[in-house]
Every structure is written in C-alpha cells, then in structure tokens.
C-alpha cells in the first residue's frame, strides 16, 4: 500500500559539466542586471570566473559581484539588501558552497522588503513574508547542503544566545539550479569531506525519516548508490570528475529528499550547536553520524524489533557492505561500524577542537528539537550521542 505523501516544487534543474558557461543565456530570460553572491576566494580565483565575466560583458549583462564569507547572518543579508535595492536588480545568482546558495536565496528574497530579515525568521520572528521576491539561480560549487533545490535559507547569529533558523516560503525555490560538477573539482580537500558527509546524512535521515514516502525512499537510495563510490575517491583525489559527479549528483538528490521528508536527529544537533558555535555545519554532521545512529538503532530495539527504521537500516547495510548472505541485525551493525570508519578515513575532528565541551552539553541538548528521527531519544540519549561525539 502507497503512504499518503505530498511533494514540494523543484526548480528548473539543468545537471552538466560546463553548464556555467551557459548562465548567461539563462539571465536574459529575467533582465540584464545580476547580482552574483559567490565565496570570497574559491570561485572568484578560478578561471570558471574569469570567463563568466567575460562572457556577461560580451552579452551586455551588467553584473555585481557580493563575496560572502562564513555562514549567512542577519547583517550580511540586510547589508546586501539595502546596498543593491536602488540598482534595479533583475535576478540574483548564488555561485557557491550551501552557504552561498543560502545567502543568495535570501537577499533575493528580502530586496523588496524594508525590514529586517530576522523578522521572518521562524521562531524568531514576529511576520509572515508574503513570498515576493526576484528570480533566483543557483549554482553549487561544493556537494553537500542540496539548498539548490530547497525553498528554505538557513540564516545564523553565532554566539550564546545565537540561532541557526530558516527563512522559509514556497516561492523561494530557486527558479533555476545549475548543476555543474565541474565547478567542485578544487574544492579543498576538508570542505570535500565535511560538504560530503552532510550530504550522507541527509540521504540517510531524509530515508529513515518517519515523514518519508516511496518517492523519497527512491530518490534517496539512488543518492546513497552515487554516495558509496564517490565519497572517499572525491576525498582523496579531487581531480576525479566521475567521483565529483556522483557527489554532485547525491547532493541535488539529499535537497530533494529533505525537503519532503524531513530530517532526524543529527540535523537537530547541527542547528543548535551551529546557533552557538562557529563549526561547518557538514562537520557536525559527520561527526554525530555515527553515534546518533548507533543510538537510533539500540532504542529501536528496545521499542519494536519489526519497525520499519530498522528494516531500512538492514537495507542500508547491504548497499555500503560488500558481503552476502548475512542477517539483518549484521548488516544494520555493519552500517554503524562503516559510518564510523568513514569519518576516521576523512580525518573528522572531534567537536572539541571546535569548542564543545562537556559544560555546554546539557545546554545543547535542552535547545535541539528532532523532528522526524524514525524513534523518540529522551534527554539522556542526546547527551549520550554528544558526550561520545567530542
């Protein structure tokens, strides 16, 4: 029997090597007036960048470039805002790593509204924003978050009272993602791996989701297939395109997934302790992967040995193990014993050398909400994953 399910809008989504040298055809659809959000150094010092301008002058496009560094906050998006709202902006395109894409996402987003963003801001904010904005492209220089393909912009205030919250709206799909894996062939090589395993998780949570449903489950076990042998060689040689790929091609996938079947406990985590401190998102992730997962598993089975969840983990072992003829608990432990030396083959630091320590633990905890994890953790389960994460 087919679960009851609702699916959310994509945007135009063109997946190709070479495709940015085609966004400038994609520009006259909207105007002639960009503004490009990139990273500081990575794709403005590439010779993609240099033949992007090039080509945006030979075609009459005016464009104005905004470097963004670091996780988008409040002041990068009013900033933004309030310094291009009177140059009559056609379209915005975010050219980079999920933050980018997040920052592009909002400022297109909030040009035509006077307050600040932090005001629309869910559960922060008092206002419901009404969903205008201008076109949007976005174009991923890293494999990992998927925002290309989700209609929520990730806004953070670092600090003790700090906040990781979405800007969110159906509209702000972007209108166009293009896909170009040949863009994340010089990302560095700890970017790869954090990028990456944020990538992982959300193909996992998004399958193990209780909000999953069969064109989810589909459409993640395909990203989780592309995952296995691209993961480890992207990580270790990033000159590898077919590698580059597949990661590319997983991370599109984990946006789609995410964003209709929601996502677990780890990405509970990654929300507050990002609120409080200045970890790379996909980092966190890794990092709790193994745990959190072991966790889910041992608490499954204390409340129901037949669940689904751990019919699914049984599925997931049998993709990243190659062995046959094994029972379900073997591949289910097995998948746990992969995801941990995954993140010792990626050289994942522990979340202490970023500044979580045993002191902030109950603090953490108190503020990570879990939505969609395939079982209920008490409070003394999150402080077990996080105490044996550090």
Request: glycine content about 8%.
């Amino acid at each position: 029997m087919v679960k009851p399910f609702q699916f959310s809008r994509l945007p135009r989504i063109y997946f190709k090597s070479g495709l940015i040298a085609k966004l400038p055809s994609f520009v006259h659809e909207y105007g002639n007036r960009i503004v490009l959000v990139t990273g500081k150094s990575s794709f403005l010092g590439s010779a993609h960048a240099l033949e992007l301008f090039e080509a945006l002058k030979k075609e009459g496009i005016a464009y104005f470039v905004l470097p963004v560094t670091g996780e988008p906050s409040p002041d990068i998006i009013d900033s933004a805002t309030s310094a291009f709202r009177t140059e009559k902006i056609d379209l915005v395109a975010g050219i980079g790593g999920g933050s980018v894409i997040d920052s592009g996402k909002a400022i297109s987003a909030m040009m035509d509204r006077s307050e600040s963003v932090v005001e629309f801001l869910e559960g922060i904010g008092n206002k419901e924003h009404p969903g205008t904005k201008l076109p949007y492209i976005a174009i991923p220089t890293t494999a990992g978050t998927g925002s290309e393909a989700t209609k929520n912009a990730v806004i953070s205030r670092i600090g003790k009272n700090g906040f990781k919250k979405s800007l969110r709206h159906n509209n702000f799909v972007p209108d166009i993602a293009l896909v170009d894996p040949e863009l994340t062939l010089h990302c560095p090589k700890d970017i790869t791996a954090s990028s990456g395993m944020d990538c992982f998780t959300q193909l996992v949570e998004a399958y193990l989701s209780d909000k999953s449903n069969d064109y989810t489950d589909a459409l993640a076990i395909e990203g989780l297939k592309a995952i296995k042998p691209s993961l480890i060689r992207s990580y270790n040689n990033g000159e590898d395109i077919e590698a580059r790929t597949g990661m590319s091609f997983a991370a599109l996938t984990s946006g789609i997934c995410l964003a209709n079947a929601g996502l677990g406990v780890v990405h509970g985590f990654a929300s507050s302790i990002g609120g409080m401190f200045d970890i790379p998102h996909g980092l966190i992730c890794g990092t709790l992967m193994p745990k959190s997962n072991e966790i889910n598993i041992r608490e499954l089975r204390k409340n129901d040995k037949n669940h689904v969840a751990l019919k699914k983990y049984a599925i997931l072992g049998k993709l990243f193990i190659d062995k046959s003829g094994h029972s379900e608990v073997y591949y289910t432990d097995g998948f746990v014993n992969y995801l941990h030396n995954l993140t010792n083959d990626l050289q994942l630091p522990g979340l202490r050398k970023s500044g979580l320590d045993e002191e902030n633990v109950s603090i953490v905890c108190s503020m990570t909400e879990i939505k969609n994890n395939p079982v209920k953790l008490a409070f003394e389960n999150l402080v077990e994953i996080l105490l044996k994460s550090l």
